[in-house]
């Protein structure tokens, strides 16, 4: 009989986020014999099978692993959960997300209360262990978030951390882009889902945690991802169409270098470089 829920996970070499995001998906307040969760293991070497199977033993409801068909990337890893699973709704979350017992009762509620929506998201609240660089808290840190407000309603985007969708939109939009690059990977779906008259809501009370430990939250890899957001950002909004003004841009940037500079502040300088790499990138694509 199929599951209300499939919880979908794409995960590569991320053991130490993905042990606690599976204890916590077991610990939901929602019947176990009407959700699954899904790990697809996008990585060379199976490292996740050990933790999934391990977790899976003791676990109230249904954990499976499974090896990522096609392409390595994320979408790829989506597609195969979608293949291998059996809810009504598809439900995508990140290994590095963490959820409160309510979660999935909570995105059950909204899901049943906008019978006309397809897809389906939450809030995404920026988690960071301590040891991380400065910032001023003025920008957020380079991880995503989302806050479209205390209260349910229809939106034009969500993000991939907190991601669910109406398994009969995937046979009327297709399945994901396995050729997206970093940026872009559900907004490319959600935009096709839109131009088909489909509905996005946002569901207020699903929200999830977006875990950084401090290791994986430096200088280094702040300036790393920002290069390759910005160019992969403009590449997508080049081809959709919808590319920000490059002079625009560049004043935001010269802005969020100011910034930087005078508060001492990594996260501006991170938006900053993304800026400056998307401007240039936006005027090559013109």
Known sequence: MPRRFSIVIPTANRERYLEPALLDLDAQEFPPDEYEIVVVDDAEEPTSREVVERVGTGARTRIRYERREGPRGINASRNTGIRRSSGEVVAFVDDDCRFAPGWLAALARGVELAPRAECFGGPIR???????PRSCGRDDFPITVL???PSDRYVDLVFGANFSVRRSAFDRIGLFNQDARLYGEEVDWILRLRRRDGLVRYVAGAGVEHVRLARDVTVKRMLRGALTKGAN???????????DPPAAVFRRAIRLSAHALVFRCWSAATHALQAYVYAYHAARAR
């Open 126 to 132: 920026a988690c960071l262990e301590p040891g991380h």
């Open 147 to 149: 806050d479209h407000g």
């Open 233 to 243: 950002v403009a590449r997508f909004d080049a081809a959709q169409g919808i590319v």
